[in-house]
């Protein structure tokens, strides 16, 4: 895509920016470790940047890529810290930030729980010490499955410490596994995708270069900057070298550079057999 079709939108607390030059680098993955985003702005203007040094409490960063024809969010987080400098003829500030980060780091939970309490309800309750919406976590507490599952703790049992490690260690017993993404809880069966169709990656639909096949069955590639592929998301690859399968996006990082080459996605993904929903 030519340079001038690229479209962006940021906005940081109420600041919005969608014409300066910027550069980000956003990392997001199925594990319940923050998602992360490192964001350039070139030459802000001196009232935002003393607005964003002096603002707290981890205002809200979210980015929307894209082209002409349409833009899609890639990142929603809260702001971590942010630095402004100049270099040269330049004001360069830089903003960093996680996903939940804060919510991950310090929400805490002790509680116990009796004799044949379902999973739904323990799930319920730490996601409740959680100030990320609960995402697609409503529609799996919902669904029946965790309830099933919850059937196990028939001996009662106890949460203490770390929320995100306590949800990590009962949703891990009970055949699932979580993430927030763009601060919703995503908890979905191991290794399972995420329902919806599968997004095509071939070199007409935006693969760049030849994909590769890791030492560990990864599948790595790099394709044009689609807002639609994330972590979890079932993809259908096929190239000289990769014969024709689906596969689970593990881990992608988004690749923006408003005067550069950059606006890609660069995928891990994971062989899958299973049937896409």
């Known amino acids: 895509m030519p340079l001038f079709n690229r479209k962006y939108e940021i906005r940081v607390d109420t600041i919005k920016f969608t014409d300066l030059d910027i550069s980000v680098n956003v990392t997001k993955t199925l594990e319940p470790e923050p998602n992360t985003c490192d964001l350039i702005i070139y030459n802000l203007n001196e009232q935002h940047q003393d607005q964003l040094s002096s603002i707290s409490g981890g205002p809200a960063v979210e980015i929307q890529v894209g082209y002409e024809d349409g833009m899609g969010r890639i990142y929603l987080g809260q702001l971590r810290d942010v630095t402004s400098y100049r270099d040269g003829n330049n004001w360069i500030t830089e903003l960093h930030s996680g996903d939940a980060e804060r919510d991950l780091g310090e929400a805490r939970i002790n509680k116990s729980y009796g004799k044949g309490t379902q999973l739904d309800k323990i799930v319920k309750d730490m996601i409740g010490n959680l100030t990320s919406s609960a995402g697609n976590a409503a529609k799996a507490l919902l669904s029946g499955n965790l ?32 993430s927030i993404q763009d601060g ?12 919806g169709p599968s997004i095509r990656i071939d070199s007409t639909h935006g693969l760049i270069g030849s994909p590769t096949i890791s030492s560990d069955g990864l599948l790595k590639f790099r394709t044009l900057m689609n807002h639609m592929i994330t972590p979890g998301r079932a993809l259908e690859a096929e190239s000289k070298r990769v014969k024709k399968a689906f596969y689970r996006a593990e881990r992608c990082e988004y690749l923006g550079d408003s005067n550069e ?5 660069d995928v891990e993904a994971a062989l899958y057999k299973g049937a896409i929903v």
């Open 184 to 195: 919703e809880v995503q908890i979905i069966d191991l290794g399972v995708c995420l329902p």
């Open 261 to 265: 080459q950059n606006w890609y996605v």
């Open 147 to 178: 309830a099933e599952a919850g059937r196990q703790f028939v001996n009662g049992v106890t949460l203490s410490g770390s929320v995100r490690k306590e949800l990590d260690r009962i949703l891990k017993s009970a055949g699932k596994e979580w």
